[in-house]
């Protein structure tokens, strides 16, 4: 069972581990997870005693690598060249692994993060961005560091953290001192001159990256009979793939939110998603937005990004629903998405509306996936976070998969 807030919505996992630590916020109305409850109250107990659970991956889905981490996984992210895989943690720490073997390769941490135990939300890489490293606040080597090999982490403390990976080291942060104080997630334009945040509370913020100067706070207007912008907490935030000034935001109101930086009112919306999680993600050749909604009815939706209009609804299994915290296009041909209820991760074939791959009987809902981005190759690869685990799949020769039910499908 999920806590719940006064006005009867569903508070996420990270809220709600954030919360225990923040006991001082007692708007939050928030509480441990069921599982952290249980296992603090419970003693050591004999293995024997414990259900067993064995991980299934079927379909197009073939199980590559698995790796346990020390806390529960909160978001997952591939680098752009796909050569590693960053997971963030429920207690802050960042931990880098080989994204062909999930081998541990960095540690992103620091005492004050680890005294804090608050979640990471987001994951994101600057990528060929390159800072001017007069402006950043530590020493650099006598060779000089690559600071183009930057991730940007967010976190429910309200931090925003630059780490230089091959170093480990924090090479900027921002405090972005939010009524809410947490931070729920990031997003880099295509052209990484600018980055945007969102949070529990309904203000976007909008950052220079080459200052890291605050330089735009979006956020609705105050007349009643419009929604130009969102009145719940935020949870997702994505730039189109190509053009460098409109993203769209989606959260507890029901709405996904399209913006421009430089402009401080949204100028379209979507109304409908129900969005808890890293659920919202733009196909750069369809120009298609998919949403993923933390409901029973109609959970998985397309729609036109261009008249904000639905194309489709992807129905679920017929084995039951699925209650979404990530969703993501996976290649040219495929859709992914996770959540609770069923504890799975399902991937769609576009065309048919089939679930062509499952990963099940995971010991925990899924909060977190992330795919590599490889629509050229014949074997993409796929990252699953439940618990504390990570599920790194490869998909095999589609052809070998039969579908049954009859559907319009989905354009690509």
Not at 76 to 105: E, H, M, W, Y
Not at 264 to 285: E, K, Y
Request: hydrophobic share 35%; glycine share 8%; charged share 25%.
């Amino acid at each position: 069972m999920f806590a719940m807030r006064k006005d009867g919505r569903k508070l996420s996992v990270m809220e709600r581990r954030a919360s225990v630590q923040q006991r001082s916020d007692a708007s939050a109305g928030m509480r441990k997870s069921s599982v952290m409850a249980v296992s603090s109250l419970m003693p050591r107990i004999s293995t024997e005693t414990v259900p067993i659970r064995f991980e299934i991956a079927d379909g197009i889905l073939q199980m590559h690598e698995t790796t346990e981490t020390t806390n529960e996984v909160m978001c997952l992210r591939f680098s752009p060249d796909c050569t590693i895989l960053a997971a963030g943690l429920a207690d802050g720490i960042i931990k880098v692994f080989n994204a062909d073997n999930l081998q541990l390769v960095h540690t992103l941490t620091r005492p004050d993060i680890a005294k804090s135990n608050l979640p990471c939300t987001g994951i994101r890489y600057i990528g060929s961005k390159k800072f001017d490293k007069s402006s950043v606040s530590i020493d650099v080597d006598e060779k000089g560091r690559d600071y183009a090999n930057i991730l940007i982490a967010s976190y429910t403390s309200g931090w925003i953290r630059f780490w230089h990976i091959p170093t480990s080291a924090c090479v900027f942060e921002i405090n972005e001192g939010r009524p809410s104080s947490q931070t729920m997630a990031v997003a880099l334009n295509s052209t990484t001159n600018t980055f945007v945040s969102v949070g529990a509370d309904h203000q976007i913020y909008v950052y220079d990256l080459d200052t890291r100067k605050r330089i735009n706070v979006l956020e609705a207007s105050d007349e009643r009979d419009k929604m130009d912008g969102h009145k719940a907490r935020v949870f997702a935030v994505h730039f189109h793939p190509s053009d460098p000034f409109t993203f769209l935001s989606g959260g507890w109101d029901d709405t996904v939110q399209y913006w421009d930086v430089r402009k401080p009112r949204a100028f379209r919306r979507i109304f409908g998603p129900h969005i808890c999680g890293d659920a919202l993600d733009v196909d750069p050749i369809s120009n298609q937005i998919l949403t993923g909604s933390w409901r029973r009815e109609k959970p998985l939706e397309v729609w036109d990004f261009a008249s904000g209009q639905k194309v489709a609804d992807i129905p679920d299994e017929f084995g039951g629903f699925s209650l979404l915290y990530c969703a993501q296009w996976f290649g040219k041909d495929y859709v992914v998405c996770g959540g609770t209820q069923h504890n799975r991760a399902r991937v769609i074939d576009r065309k048919s509306l089939n679930a062509v791959g499952t990963l099940g009987e995971l010991p925990q809902g899924v909060y977190c996936l992330d795919n590599d981005r490889a629509p050229t190759l014949n074997k993409l690869r796929l990252a699953v976070g439940a618990l504390k685990k990570i599920y790194l799949m490869r998909t095999t020769n589609p052809t070998a998969i039969t579908t049954g039910r009859k559907a319009s499908g989905i354009t690509s």
